[in-house]
DNA sequence: CCATAGAGAGCGAACGTTCGTTCGCATCTA
DNA sequence: TAGATGCGAACGAACGTTCGCTCTCTATGG
């Protein structure tokens, strides 16, 4: 009992967040009650508000924790020598279920709390936010080493980008059956002729 | 009074829809109550229940009318002549406001809430099979003649145009400061670079 | 080595509120 | 007068949250 001892009852505060990630993935945020979560947990209500203060609380570190998560693998993205490569690896490991990302469950979920709950709002724009500036280093990345198009608008390639990523995800939680990580080289492959120079090896190629 | 006095009050069924629509549109379905629907119809909930049976029954009424409404658009989708030019189009009138399009702002709310409520889901999976049906059949055409690569994975390419409109449709409503509607064109640039068959026009271009 | 006091963790019945829904009655129209 | 239409107070259930209690440790004084 010095302080490493844990095994089947560990740290309260995250049973209770994989909890609550588990109940509003299968039911929706509005949809899962306290006494869900805590049922799910294995905790009584009064044990489980000594560590949240409130059901908002619960989701604002969802969201805050998602952000780290996030931040890695925005870092991750900007240093890698293929932009688009690097997405669909992304892509891959995430329908496939090699790595877990909340907010690709629980997005649309999250999206529509946020635009009621002001505190959470906040923190979702600004998760937002670093992601978006993040893509856009990467993306200027590269075009500036030609593997993207320099002539394209980074603007609308980058609203094209998060759009791809975002309805995935959706359809991926709509229609679970769509093998969309064994459809990502192919996916790829259609971001790859979407964003890549006009083939210039041989031919001007005019009209 | 004969039959077709109806001005300030008209179908008593048409206003609940549309009131209902108004408030899922701003609080959710879950973040609406009967009385905020009866109040932004003008009508007691007595009333109300007359027409309706259940809080339920008001969203499947939404998607049922909501079906023929993309059936009129899938039509004009499978005979127009230009594919990609259709569908930024649709996209212009859609994110500019001027075709008004339910799915595209409960969206996300009614695919969450199909998730929960069986009759719905129902109802939602068989306007999503139309619409994919619809746009199997155009995509088809348009590579048949010769808009669009006749060398790519059909099914490859419907995942990830249904992703790009989920996207766009999602991020319209996360972010309506972005100019999705002034933005199409060269959205609709991006998905032709994507699709258009590479271009052939001198080299036999292998490999 | 034991007894015990104190603190913290955990419990679950209960609270006040809000929700979806109902029902008895009033009000129009024909 | 009969029937459709509309009303709104009221209902039971379920919700998020609270609170007073019990239990389990740990530290300390004898």
Redesign the interface.
């Known amino acids: 009992m010095v302080a490493l001892a844990t095994a089947p009852k560990a740290d309260p505060r995250r049973r209770v967040l994989d909890a609550a990630i588990a109940c509003f993935t299968r039911?929706?945020f509005?949809?899962t009650s306290m006494h869900e979560i805590c049922a799910e947990a294995s905790m009584s209500p009064g044990a489980l508000y000594r560590y949240f203060p409130s059901k908002d609380a619960i989701i604002i570190a969802i969201v805050e924790e998602e952000r780290t998560l996030r931040a890695r693998l925005m870092e991750h993205l900007e240093s890698a020598p293929d932009f688009v490569g690097a997405l669909t690896a992304m892509g891959t490991q995430l329908f496939t279920g090699e790595m877990e990302m909340v907010c690709a469950e629980l997005g649309?979920?999250i999206?529509?709390e946020a635009?009621?709950n002001p505190a959470l709002k906040v923190m979702f724009d600004e998760v937002?936010a670093e992601m978006d500036q993040s893509m856009r280093r990467a993306l200027l990345a590269a075009q500036a080493r030609g593997e993207v198009d320099a002539g394209?608008?980074p603007?609308?390639?980058l609203?094209?980008i998060?759009?791809?990523?975002?309805?995935?995800m959706?359809?991926n939680?709509?229609s679970p059956e769509?093998p969309?990580g064994e459809?990502m080289p192919?996916?790829g492959d259609?971001?790859r002729?979407?964003?890549a120079p006009?083939?210039t090896t041989?031919?001007d190629?005019r009209?």
Chains 1, 2 share one sequence.
Do not use: C, F, Q, Y
């Open positions: 039911n929706g509005h949809g649309p979920e999206a529509a635009m009621r937002e394209l608008d603007d609308a390639v609203v094209m998060n759009a791809i990523g975002d309805g995935l959706l359809r939680r709509l769509l969309l459809m192919v996916l259609l971001i002729r979407m964003l006009r083939t041989a031919t190629a009209s």
